[in-house]
């Protein structure tokens, strides 16, 4: 059990990433944001600059697609981390054919040599009709296993619907 590690999940627009900002925010750490994401048309760049405008110049970012594990092990024990998101880090390493299982694995290793606490944003993605493509279902499979993977080390899990939290594990922190 990772007693710093955090997952917070929920569907598109449930406001996941807000409630995971004010959990680091709140911590008076020094305010670490990884990014997953990468824009691959002008409605996605927009997107992303809105957050970056909305999170403000108090956060430094990082930009990681695939490499989850160096952009962690660069963090030191005065930073709060907020990856954000798995999802879109599990599509990345999907669209290049890797093994997710063991890219699951290597992610828990790199959360458990951090020196900083670890936020996990992530997505639920299996409440709808099962995919017609093969693709989608095999996303689908391995998002879910990856949750629950993470979800079984985190020491809090919280799921966000129509943006509010439900504490599925631990406490929210005091400033929440
Ligand atoms: N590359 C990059 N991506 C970013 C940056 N800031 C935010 N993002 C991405 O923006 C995505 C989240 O934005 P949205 O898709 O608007 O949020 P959402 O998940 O639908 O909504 P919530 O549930 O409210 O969080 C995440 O996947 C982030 O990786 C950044 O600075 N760089």
Redesign the pocket.
């Known amino acids: 059990m990772l007693s710093r590690l955090s997952l917070v999940t ?9 409630l ?1 900002e004010a959990i680091v925010t709140g911590s008076g750490r020094t305010r670490r ?1 990884i ?5 691959w048309d002008d409605e996605m760049r927009d ?2 600059a ?3 405008t909305d ?1 403000g110049a108090d956060w430094i ?1 990082v ?1 990681a ?1 695939l490499d989850l594990s160096a952009a962690l092990d660069a963090a030191g024990p005065e930073d709060a981390v907020l990856i ?2 798995a ?2 880090w599990l599509t990345n390493h999907l669209l290049f054919e890797h093994d997710l299982d063991a890219e699951g694995t290597a992610l828990l290793a790199a959360c458990a040599r951090c020196k900083a606490p670890v936020i996990i ?1 992530s ?1 639920e993605v299996g409440w709808g009709i099962v995919p017609d493509n093969a693709l989608a279902r095999r996303f689908r499979d391995a998002q879910g296993r990856l949750n629950q993977r993470i979800a079984a080390q985190a020491g809090l899990v919280v799921g ?1 619907m129509a ?1 509010l939290p439900m504490v599925l594990k631990g406490q929210l922190p005091p400033w929440m």
């Open positions: 929920g569907g598109a627009r449930s406001g996941k990433s807000r995971a944001y990014a997953t994401a990468q824009a997107r992303i809105q957050h970056q999170r970012t930009e697609p954000d998101c999802t879109l944003v997505n966000v943006g």
